[in-house]
């Protein structure tokens, strides 16, 4: 498994219709995600033993989210699960300003100590090394305060579900490893939940948290390893694909945010064929993972990835933040406005100096002239187009899979 490997190795916002592909939806009120927030937390995933890049994180958190009230880990809080794992993760939190309240989803790293006989020996071929699978769901009950995988909790009136395997699959089928598994009394559970929301305001975000991947969702889903995460995806899926109001984060990959794919709508058969279910990757903090290729595997990008999100809520309305804690910035936003979304404007401006876009990416694109609507073209880092006399670009974030392209933001030069 690639997470086990690691083991081993110890804005002013200018829109334009045009720029927004998705016509037959209405367009989200641009001014609502400019507005101070009425709530804010943050989502993070996948420490897996990283104290360090966690504290720095933590530290970061303050200074550009300081008004957070909750911060979510959303799977992966340890390496293998051991206690003294735990142990020192809340001593990062006891040592470092955090939001007010932590709560956590289970990932499939909460199960890895049965392939170790010591936390010094890995020992796969004597999997489970006399560890019962009660032991590993325990020590994250004692670390959570949780008493099932699965809960819930509210933040000035927003419901906060939380989702998680209630086995460990290995112990169940010798050919299975990390695979989700949800009780019928999981499903219906989350199914009353939505159920009770959607009566109360069906145009309520609902924030929906579960550590495993949606195949043919965000990055990486639609190829190995992550195409059979959940073994129920299907009976999930039918539960969710009446509530646009959902926003599900995910985990597990590591895959850059800056990606084009990283958010999208999920549209189910039979349901809200118009807006889905939003789903948002939340990358991770341990080690930042990328595509090996058309065929499917990954390879690792780097050790000193950390990335996560910052959410800010107005009413109904939804900010998501895309936040590289290694550079300190953000880099992207999305808007949820009543279960549509959209990329936000990229933060770029021009240098007329130089004639060039500054904070442009590779993912990201251009028009010159005419008003957004002419010839979108790839922005190369390495080439970066000239822009010389008085010229208007347009330029805003690729899309990718269930992700539509951005809104435009629009660059004056003046030279």
Not at 44 to 50: E, F, H, L, P
Not at 121 to 132: D, I, K, M, R, V
Not at 340 to 361: F, R
Request: charged residues 25%.
């Amino acid at each position: 498994m690639k997470k086990l490997l690691t083991s081993i190795m110890a804005t002013s916002i200018i829109c334009s219709i045009g720029a927004f592909s998705g016509s037959a939806q209405a367009q989200p009120d641009e001014h609502a995600f400019s507005q101070n927030p009425g709530l804010a937390f943050d989502v993070i995933s996948d420490i897996q033993g990283d104290i360090d890049d966690f504290r720095h994180v933590l530290q970061d958190m303050r200074q550009v989210n300081p008004a957070s009230k909750a911060l979510i880990v959303n799977g992966d809080i340890t390496d293998r699960g051991w206690d003294f794992e735990y142990q020192a993760v809340q001593q990062v939190l006891d040592r470092n300003p955090h939001p007010e309240h932590v709560w956590y989803s289970i990932g499939n790293h909460e199960f890895y100590k049965p392939k170790w006989a010591s936390p010094a020996q890995l020992a796969q071929n004597t999997w489970p090394n006399q560890t019962p699978e009660s032991e590993m769901f325990q020590n994250f009950y004692n670390f959570t305060g949780e008493e099932k995988v699965y809960h819930k909790k509210e933040l000035d009136g927003y419901p906060f579900l939380f989702l998680g395997t209630e086995k460990y699959m290995h112990y169940h089928d010798k050919s299975l490893w990390d695979e989700v598994y949800l009780s019928v009394e999981q499903l219906d559970w989350l199914k009353q939940n939505l159920e009770e929301y959607d009566k109360k305001d069906p145009n309520k975000p609902i924030f929906l948290f579960s550590h495993h991947i949606l195949k043919d969702s965000i990055s990486g889903s639609n190829q190995s390893p992550y195409t059979g995460d959940y073994l129920e995806q299907e009976k999930l899926e039918a539960i969710l694909k009446d509530y646009p109001q959902v926003i599900l984060f995910t985990s597990h990959s590591h895959w850059d945010l800056n990606l084009p794919d990283w958010a999208g709508k999920k549209v189910v058969k039979g349901g809200d064929d118009r807006r889905g279910f939003t789903v948002v990757n939340t990358a991770g903090i341990q080690m930042g993972w990328a595509s090996a290729g058309p065929h499917g595997g990954e390879v690792p990008t780097g050790l000193d990835f950390k990335q996560g999100l910052q959410v800010e809520v107005n009413g109904n309305d939804v900010k998501i933040k895309a936040y590289d804690y290694k550079t300190d910035k953000v880099i992207k936003e999305l808007g949820v406005h009543h279960g549509t979304i959209v990329q936000l404007p990229p933060n770029v401006e021009a240098d007329d100096e130089k004639n060039e876009l500054i904070g442009a990416t590779q993912y990201m694109e251009y028009s010159v002239n005419g008003n957004g609507n002419s010839r979108w073209v790839d922005y190369d880092p390495k080439n970066p187009p000239k822009f010389e006399g008085n010229q208007t670009v347009f330029v805003r974030h690729k899309g990718e899979m269930n992700l539509e392209d951005g809104l435009s933001k629009k660059v004056t030069f003046k030279k």
